[in-house]
């Protein structure tokens, strides 16, 4: 058994230990998070830790690298922002001590425009800018197949890069950049591939604002993420709980109209 499929079947062990647990007093979880959704959500569940005894302490981040690496080196307990994909690519490729410990929700990636309104409409040789990290922007590609715009090697292909597209009817130009610089740069490209957590901050609605939008059975599910150690705190589970709660749940369907979907 690989090192990742060791660390990704403690996920199984964790959720049937969450079931059972009640946390210790005064205990203090960190938790590393993007602004939208993340933090949003787990601003819910802090007053529901709380009453348990638990300090949720949320640190904000705004790229994919660093939430990951305070979880490995044990300066933070716990990370919520990426999805499956890009976590198991990640640990694949840096040997890093994370474990996957809940599923929480999914946030559909979209296709925005500030000079377009449809999908015809995009010209031959347009600039289309994707994610430049690899798990989203294969993801970005995937959607854009699933669109007709082009047509990849392997059309299933969860680690494509733009030397997989095999078709390209439009002639696009594709612009590759940081997932959080995609909402500014509408205004220099005919389109881009924007993650549902930068374009709700950026005021998109991925409902109404994109031209093209995942389905919501999309694979990219947005998983809370530990190390070893962390991942066997009583905090860590009773956030677990909290995150997976009907409360939660609730939220996310009232706050979000469809554009992040609960997972659980």
């Known amino acids: 058994m690989t090192k990742l499929n060791k660390l ?21 979880v960190s938790v590393g998070a993007t602004p939208v959704p993340h933090v949003e959500i787990l601003e819910v569940v802090k007053p529901i830790l709380e009453k348990q005894g638990v300090d949720l302490k949320i640190v904000e981040f705004n790229d994919y690298v660093q939430p990951n690496l305070s979880v490995s080196d044990g300066q933070l307990d716990a ?8 976590l198991e690519s990640f640990v694949k490729d840096r040997g890093s001590d994370l474990v996957e410990v809940a599923g ?8 925005y425009s500030h000079k377009i309104k449809k999908l015809d409409e995009l010209k031959d040789g347009a600039t289309v800018a994707i994610p430049n990290d690899p798990t989203n922007g294969a993801r970005a590609l995937l959607l854009l197949q699933s669109a007709g715009l082009i ?3 392997d059309p299933s292909n969860i680690t494509a890069t733009v030397l997989d597209v095999k078709t390209n009817s439009k002639n696009l130009n ?10 500014r740069s509408l205004d220099d490209v005919d389109a881009a591939v924007i993650n549902t957590n930068f374009a709700i901050s950026a005021n998109l609605n991925p409902i109404k604002d994109s031209i093209i939008i995942e389905k919501s059975d999309s694979p990219y599910v947005n998983v ?6 962390s991942a066997q705190k009583d905090g860590l589970k009773a956030l677990v709980k909290a995150l997976q709660s009907k409360e939660v749940k609730e ?6 109209n469809g554009a992040v979907v609960a997972a659980f």
Do not use: W
Not at 8 to 28: I, Q, R
Not at 104 to 111: A, D, F, K, S
Not at 174 to 183: D, R, S, T
């Open 8 to 28: 990704l079947g403690a996920t199984a062990a964790l959720a049937f230990a969450v079931s059972s647990f009640s946390a210790n007093a005064n205990e203090t």
């Open 79 to 86: 990370n919520y922002f990426q999805h499956r994909p890009y």
């Open 104 to 111: 929480v929700h999914i946030e559909p990636m979209g296709l």
């Open 151 to 153: 047509e990849l090697e």
């Open 174 to 183: 594709f612009k590759e950049l940081e997932a959080a610089q995609l909402p």
């Open 224 to 229: 809370l993420v530990a190390n070893s150690k």
């Open 251 to 256: 939220f996310i369907e009232k706050k979000y």
